[in-house]
């Protein structure tokens, strides 16, 4: 058995069923299920409810409750992953479960796919439904992986103009989960574009590979070309390369020629598909990490 294939098969042995659809966005076919899990955890899955068959060969995520629903149920606030996605804020992944926010000491009834967090409420929070945008990125922070509370970040960013100057100052009080929150302040930024971007630039940065500028120019002759994430020192180009953005011959001319042009001008072009990033990020990392020190 080659390197290769033993990464492969013990990502698929790492990895659930459950896990994989999630990543893939929520829905996802069999064979794509079981390029990165094995049968048997899916069908373990399938058993005790965590996937839902919708049809033949397509599984889900089962549905959540009614997120409004839940939060006036526990006379809570909506908050975290659960927030952001009623703020309309991009993310990684979709939530797997409702979260809310009660006040301390609370004990509500949960329905299943529901979680609940304690935390003082101000008395104007009880008149909202959901946490404000700067406490919803405050908690996923808090409880996200970095890439993840990134991704959020990001797009809060791309959604105001005022958000990172706010957060920026908000999170270096004192008080729990400053460090994580900071941390994404510090690299937290409008310029970049998706969450799959933002996934591949948190991986990168949390290997210590910090200096990648989003969505950089570059300038050839007359032409502009825009990378994704771009080391300008060494001239290299790294692309989060997404099938549905090469899903016409157009696109896929249009991004050759880019491509074919930087390389022209002396500069080096790494391409990551969004499966490269989301299941194999130490291979993204070792390559991105090894191809600058060459440079």
Not at 7 to 24: F, G, I, Q, S
Not at 72 to 83: C, D, E, K, N, W
Not at 221 to 228: I, L, S
Not at 234 to 239: F, L, N, Q, S
Request: net charge positive.
């Amino acid at each position: 058995m080659s390197a290769g294939t033993a990464d492969v098969e013990a990502m698929r042995a790492r990895l659930t069923a459950t896990e994989v659809v999630r990543r893939l966005g929520g829905r996802a076919s069999r064979a794509d299920v079981l390029s990165f899990c094995t049968g048997r955890s899916l069908k373990g899955a399938v058993a005790v409810g965590s996937l839902v068959r919708m049809a033949r060969g397509t599984y889900a995520l089962p549905d959540l409750p009614d997120i409004l629903t839940v939060a006036a149920a526990t006379r809570g606030l909506v908050s975290h992953q659960s927030a952001a996605q009623l703020h309309g804020l991009e993310m990684v992944f979709p939530p797997t479960a409702i979260h809310v926010t009660v006040r301390r000491g609370a004990r509500p009834v949960l329905p299943d796919g529901a979680v609940a967090h304690q935390r003082q409420l101000p008395a104007g929070d009880l008149s909202r439904r959901t946490t404000s945008v700067l406490r919803t990125v405050f908690d996923c922070c808090a409880t996200m992986p970095f890439r993840e509370a990134l991704a959020v970040a990001d797009s809060a960013a791309r959604r105001s103009p005022t958000f990172l100057a706010a957060f920026a100052q908000a999170a270096a009080a004192p008080g729990p989960g400053r460090v994580a929150r900071m941390r994404v302040a510090r690299f937290a930024s409008a310029s970049s574009a998706n969450p799959f971007e933002s996934a591949l630039r948190g991986d990168l940065i949390e290997a210590g590979i910090v200096d990648l500028v989003p969505q950089f120019v570059v300038a050839i002759g007359r032409r502009r070309f825009q990378v994704d994430l771009a080391d300008p020192v060494h001239r290299v180009a790294i692309e989060a390369d997404s099938f549905a953005w090469h899903g016409s011959r157009a696109a896929l001319a249009a991004d050759c020629r880019r491509y074919d042009e930087l390389v022209r001008e002396g500069w080096l072009v790494l391409r990551f598909a969004w499966e490269q990033v989301m299941f194999d990020s130490a291979w993204v990392v070792d390559v991105v990490r090894d191809v600058l020190e060459l440079r």
